[in-house]
């Protein structure tokens, strides 16, 4: 069983930063894909970024490309999202997935492993 806890979810203002995390199990994380997904009210849940095991590859949306830092620490076997001139519309319920390959995808089915889901809330 393959468990994804996140933290780091809050209100912060427009324009501020916020740091998600999310542990896994040492196994899970050297071997796979680790991402994280958004979903707002009313709308789908919408892909973020991606790194792989490796940490050779890593895949942004477009959105958030610019604002948006993944990375992956080996040694706490957890995965961030930095968040960086946060817009109201980032206001989301973010996932943290994982897949056992090691290459990213944009979609969520080809993701087995979801966390529980934080929130994030950006005041205008």
């Known amino acids: 069983q393959v468990q994804l806890v996140e933290s780091g979810g809050g209100l912060v203002q427009a324009g501020g930063s916020l740091k998600l995390s999310c542990a896994t199990s040492e196994r899970t994380f050297r071997s796979y894909v680790m991402g994280w997904f958004r979903q707002a009210p009313g709308k789908e849940r919408e892909f973020v970024a991606a790194?792989?095991?490796?940490?050779?590859?890593?895949y942004y949306a477009d959105s958030v490309k610019g604002r948006f830092a993944i990375s992956r620490d080996d040694t706490k076997s957890s995965v961030y999202l930095q968040m960086n001139r946060l817009k109201p519309e980032d206001t989301a319920v973010y996932y943290c997935v994982a897949d056992p390959r090691n290459y990213g995808s944009r979609f969520p089915h080809e993701y087995d492993y979801w966390g529980q889901g934080t929130q994030v809330t950006v005041s205008s």
């Open positions: 790194i792989t095991w490796t940490g050779d590859s890593i």
